[in-house]
């Protein structure tokens, strides 16, 4: 068909290639080959290339070389996927073309001494027949898609990092439709991916946030800005858990919000226990005020009290307080256990016990009245052993009353064992009606030496197992009585702990030391 305005440029370009003598026609062929972008290999049957242009050469970094097909692999180093397998020369694209196969988009990873870190080429062959459709050859065209390869590698990787990671991750569309919910989302939230994907993040709002909360969010998220904060969110089971949420606007090409990220850590439990931590650290400090601040000052005795707490909260006690007649009251306690509960335990009993020897002088007596107190008020899961002293200061006299408690012991001037002040009744709180007898007055002489502790002296253990034991304080008392009271106990609880060769303290370490001046 002519055109009514004449030949065109493309009919008159056809004519002229039409006209060409075939060896024209073929550096025309040639010509437009070698500009092309794409690499471009023909074989004959043998194996021998007619056709390999400059892009070939440049995106596999070696030339037309005269070797036989089954060195192709080697010579130009093909491998596999995985960088390190090389391929077999049968298995190129171009050979399986030249047995009659048709290859679309195989990947082949080349490394050679020109082409030292590599690239990845996307091939394709096709055998190449003649007229009359007999095999003559084959061609394969690739392309140098190394970019490609490396972002698609990278973006799996980020694909597997969201996919895997246990922060919970969600994306919306501009409008908030959610897209996409990571396996995080799902487990945090309790909303399977089927349930979220075409919803909105509304379904996690827990109604604690104000409209105006929110409309700040989007304002921050529409603006190109990212919103970071701490949101009150709802699970399925209607569970509300703290969310800590980043949440960063993807802009498009034209500077507009695209999409929304939302990455977000439930921090319920994190802030769980830093509420405890401080409950604790209070209840620590204030429990450390109940020990008394300064020792008694007692003409002709030298006296002194440490506690050295396993945790934060203890569950030992120690005190001094006045009691009729002008005495001293001095007492060690231990409470089962450790944490919240043995704290408040030992708080209440001594409140009562302070209050009971401002007007009972029988130390025994005292702890009948406490054990009832404490039984009414307590658990039989927690009980108190304790020792309770009185000491006269004119008479120079001690009495005592153990309640389950271990034995004190009172040495004298020479490092002997003049008394045990053994129990001599059940632990505080588990019973009532519980008789508990005082001692007979205990005669205190020059150079003696009164020390009470709780087990968690004796019992500590070393790393074979073996306890500090009663023994080991006898011997250090002895060693030390000449110290003063202080120092006896800072010797004392450096010995227990030293015992443990570096082990943990488990259990509340607490001691009180008397001497008996001359």
């Known amino acids: 068909?002519?055109?009514?305005?004449?030949?065109?440029?493309?009919?008159?370009?056809?004519?002229?290639?039409?006209?060409?003598?075939?060896?024209?026609?073929?550096?025309?062929?040639?010509?437009?080959?070698?500009?092309?972008?794409?690499?471009?290999?023909?074989?004959?049957?043998?194996?021998?290339?007619?056709?390999?242009?400059?892009?070939?050469?440049?995106?596999?970094?070696?030339?037309?070389?005269?070797?036989?097909s089954t060195d192709w692999a080697q010579t130009y180093g093909f491998f596999h996927s995985d960088e390190v397998t090389p391929y077999s020369s049968d298995e190129l694209p171009l050979a399986r073309a030249l047995r009659g196969q048709e290859v679309n988009g195989a990947e082949v990873f080349v490394r050679n001494k020109q082409v030292p870190d590599g690239r990845w080429i996307k091939a394709s062959g096709v055998p190449w027949r003649d007229e009359t459709g007999a095999t003559r050859g084959a061609l394969v065209i690739f392309r140098d898609f190394s970019d490609e390869k490396r972002s698609q590698e990278l973006n799996e990787r980020l694909s597997n990092v969201v996919e895997q990671t246990a922060d919970s991750v969600f994306i919306t569309d501009r409008t908030g439709t959610i897209v996409y919910v990571n396996p995080a989302f799902e487990k945090v939230t309790g909303y399977s991916r089927d349930e979220v994907l075409g919803s909105t993040p509304r379904l996690l709002k827990s109604g604690e946030h104000d409209g105006h909360f929110y409309k700040e969010l989007w304002d921050t998220v529409l603006g190109g800005r990212v919103f970071r904060g701490t949101l009150l969110n709802r699970k399925k089971n209607g569970q509300n858990f703290h969310s800590e949420q980043t949440i960063s606007p993807i802009v498009g090409a034209d500077g507009r919000c695209v999409s929304l990220v939302s990455v977000a850590k439930d921090i319920t439990e994190r802030l769980r226990v830093e509420r405890q931590e401080a409950q604790l650290e209070a209840a620590h400090a204030i429990q450390m005020r109940l020990y008394p601040r300064e020792v008694p000052q007692v003409p002709g005795f030298d006296i002194a009290g440490a506690v050295h707490p396993a945790e934060s909260l203890c569950g030992d006690y120690f005190d001094f307080f006045p009691m009729p007649g002008g005495c001293i009251g001095m007492t060690i306690a231990d409470v089962c256990g450790h944490g919240v509960g043995p704290a408040i335990l030992m708080a209440q009993a001594r409140a009562y016990l302070r209050s009971l020897a401002l007007t009972h002088a029988d130390v025994g007596e005292i702890l009948r009245r406490l054990n009832d107190i404490l039984t009414v008020e307590g658990s039989q899961r927690e009980f108190v052993t304790q020792i309770l002293l009185r000491l006269d200061p004119d008479a120079r006299t001690l009495v005592f009353a153990n309640a389950g408690h271990p034995s004190g012991l009172l040495l004298d001037c020479n490092g002997d064992v003049r008394e045990e002040l053994g129990s001599g009744g059940l632990p505080l709180g588990l019973f009532t009606d519980q008789l508990y007898s005082s001692s007979r007055a205990i005669r205190l002489e020059p150079g003696d030496v009164l020390v009470v502790f709780t087990d968690g002296i004796v019992e500590s253990s070393d790393l074979a197992g073996s306890e500090f034991g009663t023994r080991r304080v006898l011997e250090l008392i002895r060693s030390h009585r000449g110290d003063p009271a202080r120092q006896i106990l800072e010797a004392l609880n450096e010995a227990a702990c030293s015992f443990q060769s570096g082990g943990p303290q488990l259990d509340d370490m607490t001691a009180v030391v008397c001497k008996v001046e001359g």
């Open 1 to 68: 068909m002519t055109s009514p305005h004449g030949p065109g440029p493309l009919s008159t370009e056809i004519d002229t290639w039409q006209t060409e003598a075939p060896s024209d026609q073929a550096k025309i062929l040639e010509s437009v080959l070698e500009c092309l972008p794409d690499g471009v290999i023909l074989a004959d049957l043998s194996g021998t290339f007619l056709i390999f242009n400059k892009a070939a050469k440049q995106i596999l970094g070696i030339g037309q070389r005269v070797v036989p």
